[in-house]
């Protein structure tokens, strides 16, 4: 399992605001997004493409397509819908699939409570977004899922990570079938007896929609 820290001046002053407690919903929905768009331009440093013929104004030249079958992009509700824009404002002929997991306060253990993506991924480079890896359990649960189902590579696009959970990433798939990568704008302190990212930004999806 691969971990990439986007280090960029860019992204750090997106990060900065995000984590800022005065940042209203409105402004935080509008940085993740364009926090989004710059990670997801990392993570899709490998997609496949196929060179095509074409023909400019001027002369015929050789460009590049995105490969079949098109890269899959899974928001892991609710949370990481606020991040879906972003990704397929630069994947805009991806597909969309949806997986919703709720994380047990107590235990901190996920659970799928909704799934809508097709049964047979093979071959298919699958983006997986969630805005926060904490525990890890939620995304070590989904990159599984991901796999099982036949993905050929699976990429985790996260604003903030914690060491805890990018251990257990590491742990969990340091002998997978496929390549797993995890690109985040920054690995954090520590995890605090909540489970909660330190110093983080606070819970995500409640930062762009408000509390349930």
Do not use: W
């Not at 280090?7 to 509008?30: C, G, I, Q």
């Not at 809508?116 to 989904?142: E, F, H, N």
């Not at 060491?163 to 997978?176: I, N």
């Amino acid at each position: 399992m691969r971990i990439h820290v986007v280090d960029h001046p860019l992204v750090a002053h997106k990060l900065t605001t995000l984590r800022d407690e005065r940042t209203d919903s409105p402004t935080f929905r509008r940085l993740a997004d364009e926090l989004v768009t710059l990670l997801a331009y990392e993570a899709t440093r490998d997609v496949r493409v196929d060179q095509v013929e074409v023909r400019t104004p001027v002369a015929a030249t050789t460009g590049v397509k995105l490969s079949y079958p098109r890269p899959l992009v899974v928001p892991i509700l609710r949370a990481g819908l606020g991040m879906l824009d972003g990704m397929v404002r630069l994947l805009p002929t991806a597909e969309v699939g949806f997986l919703g997991m709720i994380r047990d306060e107590g235990t901190l253990q996920p659970s799928t409570y909704a799934t809508r993506m097709p049964d047979d991924l093979t071959g298919r480079q699958a983006y997986v977004l969630d805005p926060m890896l904490a525990t890890g359990g939620t995304l070590v649960a989904s990159t599984q899922l991901l796999i099982d189902r036949g993905a050929a590579d699976v990429t985790a696009i996260c604003l903030l990570a914690a060491p805890e959970g990018v251990a257990l990433m590491q742990e969990a798939f340091k002998d997978a079938p496929v390549p797993v990568t995890v690109v985040t704008a920054s690995v954090d302190e520590r995890l605090n007896e909540h489970g909660y990212i330190v110093p983080g930004l606070g819970d995500a999806g409640d930062r762009l929609y408000g509390t349930a």
